[in-house]
């Protein structure tokens, strides 16, 4: 329920063009529960028209393929290195999300941290490929 509630707040503060950054995108404990969750979030942010940069884990390539119908929206790079922690930045906040059996989130609310954040995100965009 909490993980909803922060992808919810998320999906009701951005707004058509801003971009989410998401980096450490992984495949979880549960994979049925992952596909299922992120295939509908992603409908929606496409439905809003909101961006994202998707670092996943190499090992997740293709769990999720609403990405790619949504070419102009999603761009998708990966890492060879695997996290079990998957990091969201958008405005002014961070959103941390163990996808365990049962997920946890934590939600920062700072933009400098969410600004440190985003320069982390942009040296690994740079390392991660297509």
């Known amino acids: ?16 063009g801003d971009m989410n950054y998401v980096f450490g995108a992984s495949r979880g404990e549960n994979e049925e529960q992952v596909k299922i969750f992120f295939t509908r979030h992603l409908k929606l942010l496409a ?14 390539r293709g769990n999720i393929s609403e990405n790619l ?21 958008w405005i002014d906040k961070v959103m941390v999300v163990l996808l365990t059996k049962k997920p946890t989130v934590i939600l920062v609310s700072n933009k400098k941290v969410a600004e440190s954040f985003k320069q ?9 490929k297509k």
Do not use: C, D, S
């Not at 329920?1 to 058509?16: A, C, D, F, Q």
């Not at 119908?69 to 930045?89: D, G």
């Not at 982390?120 to 991660?128: E, H, L, Q, R």
């Open 47 to 60: 439905k809003k028209g909101i961006k994202q940069k998707i670092i996943y884990n190499e090992v997740a």
């Open 1 to 16: 329920k909490g993980m909803e509630t922060v992808y919810r707040i998320m999906r009701e503060n951005l707004k058509k």
């Open 69 to 89: 119908k949504h070419p102009k929206l999603f761009q998708v790079r990966h890492l060879q290195n695997t996290t079990p922690a998957e990091i969201n930045i």
């Open 120 to 128: 982390y995100f942009n040296v690994m965009w740079k390392i991660a």
